[in-house]
T-cell receptor, first 115, second 116 residues
Framework: DGGITQSPKYLFRKEGQNVTLSCEQN?????MYWYRQDPGQGLRLIYY???????QKGDIAEGYSVSREKKESFPLTVTSAQKNPTAFYLC??????????????FGQGTRLTVV | AQTVTQSQPEMSVQEAETVTLSCTYDTSESNYYLFWYKQPPSRQMILVIR??????QNATENRFSVNFQKAAKSFSLKISDSQLGDTAMYFC?????????????FGKGTLLTVNP
């Protein structure tokens, strides 16, 4: 079945450690996105990528890094520089704007907690 | 910068009644897509309805319909015959850009509660 998979579902991190969240899609989508969700804040864009080996900063990129070495994969690293990393993280993918039936498909999310 | 504003943090409606969720956006682009997504307690994001900006006809999907006012940059969602399963967080979003540079921006959401 085609879809987008995030792992792990729950992740615990000690302060000062880097951690990587996985996002894989088999929908053959060009674009992939990472969002952070906090109560009352909606979905805030961290990074996005439209093609392999290229990505752009979103609205809250500080303390995060990404890579796009393969079309199917867009991992997000939460670094120790991120001051308040505890949040729910959502990955999404989409076809380019202008394609018929453009929409974003989402993974099930990763809940990151700093302990 | 493109922005999406949902002015109603929370709303409630009685089962079987109709409710309208508001959304406004700001962009200088003329071609874009608008979406309403639903996030139930499971937190899985589900597409409710989509509207292409170049289409004048308002989109409908069963009990869900939109009122798209391009000049006013308004995109409201109407839910008819509300059901208990409609209880969820609803996000308005739009995709804008061209060529290989496009992004998807969300509002802060409206928490809708359907009461029995």
């Amino acid at each position: 079945d085609g879809g987008i998979t995030q792992s792990p579902k729950y992740l615990f991190r000690k302060e000062g450690q880097n951690v990587t969240l996985s996002c894989e899609q088999n929908l053959n989508h060009d674009a992939m996105y990472w969002y952070r969700q906090d109560p009352g804040q909606g979905l805030r864009l961290i990074y996005y990528s439209q093609i392999v080996n290229d990505f752009q900063k979103g609205d809250i990129a500080e303390g995060y890094s990404v890579s796009r070495e393969k079309k199917e994969s867009f991992p997000l690293t939460v670094t120790s520089a991120q001051k308040n990393p505890t949040a729910f993280y959502l990955c999404a993918s989409s076809l380019p704007q202008g394609q018929l039936n453009t929409e974003a498909f989402f993974g099930q999310g990763t809940r990151l907690t700093v302990v | 910068a493109q922005t999406v504003t949902q002015s109603q943090p929370e709303m409630s409606v009685q089962e079987a009644e109709t409710v309208t969720l508001s959304c406004t956006y700001d962009t200088s682009e003329s071609n874009y897509y608008l979406f309403w997504y639903k996030q139930p307690p499971s937190r899985q994001m589900i597409l409710v309805i989509r509207q292409e900006a170049y289409k004048q006809q308002n989109a409908t999907e069963n009990r869900f319909s939109v009122n798209f006012q391009k000049a006013a940059k308004s995109f409201s969602l109407k839910i008819s015959d509300s059901q208990l399963g409609d209880t969820a967080m609803y996000f308005c979003a739009f995709m804008v850009g061209g060529g290989s540079n496009y992004k998807l921006t969300f509002g802060k959401g409206t928490l809708l509660t359907v009461n029995p």
